[in-house]
């Protein structure tokens, strides 16, 4: 099982950034999705989800900022961040999760947002 993110960078305050993970060795289809970041000296925290049915979830900090979607086809999950702040300078990662099975982690990808 391979997750791996790509599309992180550095980013002024108020740009725009688009996360990609890319999924590999499961049945994309019926795992449930997120991304989860984490600042240096922070634990790590939930951004979004998305269901295998395609239902969102956000983080209130992100709410109206970010947007997850996925692609089952392609195997994709993706993370359209708008209007950045520096507080999301963070790593970010991404997560496939189902109720029968281990959860699989990328390494993540790095976003740092200037002010």
């Known amino acids: 099982v391979q997750l791996v993110e790509s599309g992180g960078g550095w980013v002024q305050a108020g740009g725009s950034l688009r996360l990609s993970c890319a999924a590999s060795?499961?049945?994309?289809?019926?795992?449930?999705m997120g991304w989860y970041r984490q600042a240096p000296g922070k634990q790590r925290e939930l951004v979004a989800t998305?269901?295998?049915?395609?239902?969102?979830d956000y983080a209130d900090s992100v709410k109206g900022r970010f947007t997850i979607s996925r692609d089952n086809a392609k195997k994709m999950v993706y993370l359209q961040m708008n209007s950045l702040k520096p507080e999301d300078t963070a790593a970010y990662y991404c997560?496939?999760?189902?109720?029968?099975?281990?959860?699989?982690w990328g390494q993540g990808t790095q976003v740092t947002v200037s002010s």
């Open positions: 998305i269901t295998r049915g395609g239902t969102t």
């Open positions: 997560k496939a999760s189902h109720q029968f099975a281990s959860d699989y």
């Open positions: 060795g499961i049945i994309f289809s019926v795992y449930a």
